[in-house]
């Protein structure tokens, strides 16, 4: 979900500034994305601060891997321990809960926010621990998709405007100058000094991405189920996709270009020939390279130990996470997740995965095809049920 405005908003401002004018139609709709869940995107802002967007992201994706839902009942539910494993401060998990406890005894009536206006929220908002005006300013705009929002802390903001007027310094002044200009779409406006601020930051490193640009390499191997994509990055296995399979070519991103002679994909090829003639051939000759978050790498490391013609479970793979991480317990739910996205299946072992019970769920190649292996390295399906 993007933040929503049209070309109203953007006539409107193209009429009131010449220079944004040319800004907005050499730039066109520009999409950001929003989370309209404001309790998670209070948790979210306060995991993001004062860590790197690459480390931000990073940890974001362990919470929603492990939480499965970010609200106040699964923070509250989820150990210190376990949320300082998953990268975050011992300062943000005191300001997280603090907030989840506040949600949970009705003490913050967070759904009664959308009734108030910007200035009010801000300053329910900054009376959270780890919530400053800037916070709740961003809050505004890429969660309650409040149109008027122009926040003068906003370095990017100020940036933007230093590069498009010529100014050398920004002066609180001078800001309410443009505020009162922009008004009352300076959150659109905002869009686009972002995006003037971040082309200019973007010019010195489009040279040498463009030398490094990832290009990726592709052949197709038919097997007795049908036919398979192998990608590789030129000497790793990045993945092996049934057609048709559920996040094909998930995180390939860039240019994927035929060829049949790399040295990867002939051992790759060789795997699958042992295997669908009934041999047991061995992962660790072949170079593997899954892309995904430290915790999906750290279930399909176990996936790749699971033998040949056996199974294991979900719940037991939340047993094998909780142990290393010396916690009690681990969602469920988040290993079926990780165990969905596994992006080279059959050769790391994802149809081995069942359900509580002996439940046959959950297979990204289809249920069918999840049969089809586990009767084909012998396993008595009969034990199981979908």
């Known amino acids: 979900m993007y933040f929503n405005y049209s070309e109203k908003e953007k006539e409107y401002l193209k009429n009131k500034d010449k220079r944004l004018c040319a800004i907005i139609e050499k730039t066109g709709h520009i999409k950001r994305e929003i989370d309209p869940d404001l309790f998670s995107a209070i948790v979210h802002q306060i995991v993001a601060q004062q860590i790197s967007t690459k480390a931000q992201a990073t940890i974001w994706q362990r919470l929603n891997d492990t939480l499965g839902k970010i609200n106040s009942q699964t923070i509250l539910k989820t150990s ?25 005894d009705k003490e913050l ?52 405007i230093k590069i498009l007027y010529n100014h050398k310094k920004i002066t609180k002044e001078l800001f309410e100058k443009y505020k009162k200009r922009f008004s009352p779409y300076c959150s659109v406006a905002s869009l686009y000094f972002w995006a003037v601020s971040e082309a ?23 097997s007795p189920l049908g036919e398979y994509t192998l990608v590789s990055d030129g000497k790793n296995l990045l993945g092996v996709w049934l057609l048709g399979q559920k996040y094909y070519l998930e995180g390939i991103l860039g240019e994927i270009v035929e060829n049949n002679e790399l040295e990867i994909f002939n051992k790759t090829k060789k795997w699958l020939d042992e295997y ?9 000759e072949l170079k593997l390279n899954p892309k995904g978050s430290d915790f999906r790498q750290e279930v399909w490391k176990i996936l790749r130990k699971i033998p040949y013609g056996t199974t294991i479970s979900y719940g037991e793979i939340a047993k094998k996470i909780a142990n290393k991480k010396g916690v ?22 994802c149809h081995r ?18 049969i089809k292996l586990l009767k084909f390295e012998g396993v008595n399906i009969s034990n199981f049920h979908i």
């Not at 321990?81 to 809960?97: D, F, M, W």
């Not at 926010?113 to 809050?139: F, N």
């Open 80 to 104: 210190d321990e376990t949320l300082k494993s998953l990268g975050v401060s011992k300062r943000k998990i005191e300001y997280i809960k603090e907030l989840a406890k506040k949600v949970n």
């Open 276 to 284: 669908f003639n009934n041999k047991n051939p061995k992962i660790s």
């Open 200 to 222: 200019q930051t973007d010019k010195t490193k489009n040279t040498s991405a463009q030398k490094n640009k990832q290009k990726y390499y592709k052949t197709q191997y038919l």
């Open 328 to 349: 009690k317990t681990f969602c469920a739910q988040a290993i079926g997740n990780a165990v969905g996205h596994n992006p080279i299946s059959i050769i790391i072992p």
């Open 353 to 370: 995965v069942v359900g509580a019970k002996g439940s046959l769920c959950g297979y990204s190649c289809g249920i069918e095809n999840k």
């Open 109 to 160: 009536d967070i759904q009664a926010l959308w009734q108030k206006t910007d200035e009010q929220v801000i300053s329910e908002l900054i009376k959270l621990r780890g919530i400053g005006v800037w916070t709740a300013q961003m809050l505004l705009i890429f969660c309650m998709q409040r149109k008027n929002v122009f926040s003068y802390d906003d370095l990017g903001i100020q940036k933007g």
